[in-house]
């Protein structure tokens, strides 16, 4: 069956730091990946999209790579503050038309610590 | 950026009524609204797929009878929850996509959804 599995469910580091994201899937082939933060008792933010044959993206302090090969994602935030603190989640795309659905990882919450 | 709305941002209601929760895109046209529901610490689940002037397409498990959608508009769709019961109690989040071409989709800030 398909599944995403975005690593430990939580992730503590240092102010300053580099903070690594982990997102796998199986039996997928995602047309695109998006991360999104969400945090507590709001909806999620989009940060950014990465299509299938895009290997890296990035925006600013973040960073996004694509290896269709391990099937994964890994979604880094350099130089991290403590207002990155989020739940940042995953999500996969199999439809490249408007009525693609998405579908989300369980979600890593960060913190990070001054 | 796009802005999507959600009203009310939190309901409180008794067993067996129903609640209706808006969801509207503000500076741009949604050809697809979704409705998602989110347990605590969980992901966000698919309920329905919305598209504009159509019926909602809703995922399995999830009755159409209960949660009413309607998308009357490009810019407005409505999930209600009818004869609510407490293991309705859930935070319900729209989103909305915009054009024909691949993109991210917005959402809205949520309604919390307390069923006594």
């Known amino acids: 069956s398909q599944k995403i599995e975005q690593n430990s469910e939580a992730l503590n580091i240092q102010e300053g730091k580099t903070a690594t994201l982990t997102c796998n899937y199986t039996n997928y082939s995602p047309a695109y990946l998006q991360w999104y933060r969400q945090d507590p008792g709001r909806g999620p933010v989009f940060l950014l999209l990465i299509r299938e044959n895009e290997k890296e993206k990035r925006k600013e302090r973040l960073k996004v790579t694509f290896d269709t090969t391990l099937k994964q994602s890994l979604f880094h935030i350099t130089a991290s503050q403590p207002a990155d603190s989020a739940t940042y989640l995953c999500a996969l795309d199999r439809s490249n038309t408007n009525a693609g659905k998405s579908t989300f990882g369980d979600g890593t919450t960060l913190t990070v610590k001054p | 950026g796009a802005v999507v709305s959600q009203h009310p941002s939190w309901v409180i209601c008794k067993s067996g009524t129903s609640v209706k929760i ?95």
């Not at chain 2, 050809?31 to 397409?57: H, I, V």
């Not at chain 2, 999930?79 to 019961?85: D, G, P």
């Not at chain 2, 109690?89 to 959804?113: H, K, M, W």
Request: aromatic letters at 12%; a negative charge.
């Open chain 2, 22 to 116: 808006e969801c509207r895109s503000l500076d741009f046209q949604a050809t697809t609204m979704f409705w998602y529901r989110q347990f605590p610490k969980q992901s966000l689940m698919l309920m329905a797929t919305s598209n504009e002037g159509s019926k909602a397409t809703y995922e399995q498990g999830v009755e159409k009878d209960k949660f009413l959608i309607n998308h009357a508009s490009l810019t407005l769709s409505t999930l209600t929850v009818t004869s609510a019961h407490p293991e309705d109690s859930s935070f319900y989040i729209c989103s909305a996509r915009e054009g024909d071409f691949v993109n991210e989709q917005f959402f809205g800030p949520g309604t919390r959804l307390t069923v006594l």
